[in-house]
């Protein structure tokens, strides 16, 4: 069965970088793109962008440039995405998900990340 | 970038009515719209993708329609399970956005 196993949750100080990790399982990792949504607390979800897996070639939500770096590792079917320069605002849930021709089939189960001194 | 306009943001209503919920683009998306489910401290599950495709394991009772800009989720006889949020996004180009959630609470 299609799993997505993301990475545990993280406490790091502002300024600072964190990597979040996104193991994929259960189907052909480069056959399909891995999505990438930010989720504050208590509120919506934010499209960050997109990777594909077999050709590492990225799409970023022009919000999120400079801030996420989208990574894929074909030999353990992992998909990263690193933050940088960590302010409070980036304090969120932060889920990898599958993407099926542009809608998101599967999701990992979170990575909450908060960001303070 | 398209603007996606959901309501009502919360809902409260008993088990075993229908309630629709509505999501309006700011143009065209030609049903590239998909609808999840989240539950509190979850991951959102996809229910519907291009306008009115149910996923896999959804129950009958979902169903998508709409064209355009104008879309609805609409769920009859609500279940105890079917209590929660609900988001539309569109993937008609990139960046993709989503609506700003319904929450579904239990009269």
């Not at chain 1, 990475?7 to 100080?13: I, K, M, N, P």
């Not at chain 1, 990777?51 to 996420?68: D, L």
């Not at chain 1, 770096?69 to 030999?75: C, E, N, P, R, Y």
């Not at chain 2, 309006?24 to 489910?37: C, G, P, V």
């Amino acid at each position: 069965q299609v799993q997505l196993q993301q990475s545990g949750a993280e406490l790091v100080r502002p300024g600072t970088s964190v990597k979040v990790s996104c193991k994929a399982s259960g189907y052909a990792f480069t056959n399909y793109l891995i999505e990438w949504v930010k989720q504050r607390p208590g509120q919506g979800l934010e499209w960050i962008g997109v990777i594909n897996p077999g050709s590492g070639g990225t799409n970023y939500n022009e919000k999120f440039k400079g801030k996420a770096t989208l990574t894929a590792d074909k030999s353990s079917s992992t998909a990263y995405m690193q933050l940088s320069s960590l302010t409070s605002d980036d304090s969120a849930v932060y889920f990898c998900a599958r993407d099926s021709s542009g809608y998101m089939d599967y999701w990992g189960q979170g990575t909450s990340v908060t960001v303070s001194s | 970038d398209i603007q996606m306009t959901q309501s009502p943001a919360s809902l409260s209503v008993s088990v075993g009515e229908t309630v629709t919920i509505t999501c309006r683009a700011s143009e065209n998306i030609y049903s590239n719209l998909a609808w999840y489910q989240q539950k509190q401290g979850k991951s959102p599950q996809l229910l519907v993708y291009a306008a009115t495709n149910l996923a896999d394991g959804v129950p009958s009772r979902f169903s998508g329609s709409g064209s355009g800009t104008q879309y609805s989720l609409k769920i009859n006889s609500l279940q105890s399970e079917d209590f929660g949020s609900y988001y539309c996004q569109h993937f008609w180009g990139t960046p993709y956005t989503f609506g700003g959630g319904t929450k579904l609470e239990i009269k």
